[in-house]
């Protein structure tokens, strides 16, 4: 999929057609997404001690997840993907720190909580 600015400023309804279509559209996520959903993530753990890579993995888990949940035909955009992923994070963070060492497969023991 060849670059185009543009796809930085269509909807996300309208994204997430082109995903539909072309799941190599989802890239076009990640760059709509990134600076906030981290700024977001840095805000929600401040004083934490999470560190700026365990901060990355989990926004990359968040995309996984979103993404999974998009091929396989079962998310419906209520909102928007931000807002999907800042849940994500959510869910992910307070499993963290009550102790589950696991989530979906994905071991969590490397995360400092």
Do not use: H, W
């Amino acid at each position: 999929m060849p670059a185009n600015p543009r796809l930085l400023e269509i909807s996300d309804a309208e994204l997430l057609e082109l995903i539909k279509e072309d799941p190599a559209y989802f890239s076009n996520v990640y760059k709509k997404t990134k600076d906030d959903c981290l700024r977001f993530l840095n805000n929600l753990v401040s004083g934490g001690r999470i560190r700026e890579e365990e901060l990355d993995d989990i926004y990359q888990y968040a995309l996984i997840v979103l993404y999974e949940t998009i091929v396989e035909g079962n998310f419906r955009l209520t909102s928007g993907f931000q807002t999907y992923l800042k849940s994500v994070f959510r869910n992910l963070l307070l499993k963290m720190y009550n102790g589950i060492q696991s989530i979906d497969g994905v071991v969590v023991d490397d995360v400092e909580v």
